[in-house]
């Protein structure tokens, strides 16, 4: 078994361990009334992504999720989150460094002791979520059932739904799929986005990923008989006639949809098998990004 499996593997233990948090990611996440940004780049943005939806539609505050090599300094917020699994991407240190004196600065990272730690004012440390591998699978999901649980969310059945998800079959045989759509609405919309890169970085393979509905405007056409149309939480049934009729296979369940996630990062090591290709070292890949002068 590689890193990769070993870990997502342990995703359901990590994320009761995670929880145990709940308390103080509510005070850095919620705090009800302020105007607050989450900033990552890749994984951590598509993460950051959904923390935004969360924290709004919890009545929370207005919050805005900014890939952090776009961010510019234009709009006030309370309080800025950055999310960097290994606390040095150059491009999250840079952003928060724009960020105006005053703003309260938060770091939920893996990592103690690395650069973001002198530049943000408090931490959200989830070390028990560090990953050996490139590809990330622990520690995104890890951060987003802590806010979930910090935004009011009841997550009594996720670990069951995570055990539950590691166990059932893929949604398809990987010989007969090259080519994935992940579809999402509201907060998982981050997923699909996710999902898609974890296939990207895993196994090389073309991967898509949208708003549920959006999928009609103009993504089906590219569907086919060797395409697997995945959908996260509630997304309408109709589209999976949609997925169908254009030749393509099609699945749900039912399970949380950070479970669902188990299963397609499941699916992107199957595929990167199918292909002889070792997730552990994907091609171009480095565990973080960390630009010199010279890029």
Sequence with gaps: MNDTSEEIASQPAVWEQGLGLAAQ????????????????????????????????????????????SEYVPRRRYDRVVAITRSGTSTEVLDALRQVPQGTHRVAVTAVAGEPVDTLAETRLLLDFADERSVVQTRFPTTVLALARAAFGADLSHLVADGIAALEAPLPADPADI???????????????????????????AYSESYPAMDFRHGPVAVAGARSLVFSFGEVPLALDEVGRTAGATTYRDDRDPLAQLVLAQRFALALAAHRGLDPDRPRLLTRSVVLTDAV
């Excluded at 705090?31 to 943005?45: A, E, F, H, K, Y």
């Design 25 to 68: 990611a509510r005070r850095e996440l919620a705090v009800p009334g302020q105007r607050m940004l989450v900033l990552g780049c890749g994984t951590s943005w598509f993460v950051a992504q959904s923390i935004a939806e969360l924290r709004e539609s919890a009545g929370l505050g207005e919050t805005d999720a900014v890939c952090a």
């Design 178 to 204: 090259d080519h994935l759509v992940f579809l999402g609405t509201g907060w998982t919309v981050g997923l699909a986005h996710e999902a898609a890169l974890k296939v990207r970085e895993a196994a090389q």
